[in-house]
């Protein structure tokens, strides 16, 4: 197929009527809508002229004060009324037990972050975690059919400390670290 010259040539005359258009012609004049507005704008806007006009000489400080019976002391509260229920004096002779409780120490923790076939990916593991502030420890673990690195935080003495580090690991992008009792 030959190639066509689409610049050089003029445009074809779209001798289709557009749906959308109208051909009657559109009324001449405003709509009512605005001319409501328009009118309220000349009636409102002098207005509040007039009013701010006319309280600008008014001092702030005059206040209507309602009157007050004189004869009748507004410092004195009314009695309290009696109360309906006992509730009120039951807790006022109420004896409040408290149990004894022992929070035992589960003993220390520690966290371990990685275990890996290679040395190499442990001290890597190692090094990151150096970067965060923290120290890590890489232990040899010799297992029946092969040999892993363990990367491990720790001793932790309470498990929040141990959390709170975890966090702080995980937002320098150090996941995956669990929490262990130490054996």
């Given at each position: 197929m030959a190639h066509q010259d689409y610049v050089s040539r003029s445009r074809a005359k779209n001798k289709k009527q557009s749906p959308y258009k109208k051909n009657a012609e559109p009324v001449a004049g405003t709509p009512l809508k605005v001319k409501l507005i328009a009118a309220f704008l000349v009636i409102a806007l002098p207005s509040f002229g007039y009013m701010l006009w006319s309280i600008k000489d008014v001092p702030p400080d005059t206040v209507v004060i309602p009157k007050v019976n004189k004869a009748k002391k507004t410092t004195d509260l009314p009695e309290p009324p009696?109360?309906?229920?006992?509730?009120?004096?039951?807790?006022?002779?109420?004896?409040?037990?408290v149990g004894e409780y022992e929070v035992k120490q589960r003993g220390p923790y520690k966290m371990q972050c990685g275990s890996f076939k290679t040395r190499k990916q442990a001290e890597s593991l190692k090094a990151k975690i150096a970067f965060t502030g923290l120290e890590a420890q890489v232990s040899k673990s010799v297992g029946t059919s092969s040999t892993w690195y363990k990367v491990y935080l720790g001793p932790y003495t309470k498990k929040r400390n141990a959390e709170k580090d975890k966090h702080k690991l995980k937002n320098n992008a150090v996941h995956g670290c669990k929490i262990w009792g130490w054996d």
């Open positions: 009696e109360e309906k229920w006992t509730y009120v004096d039951d807790l006022k002779s109420k004896q409040v037990e």
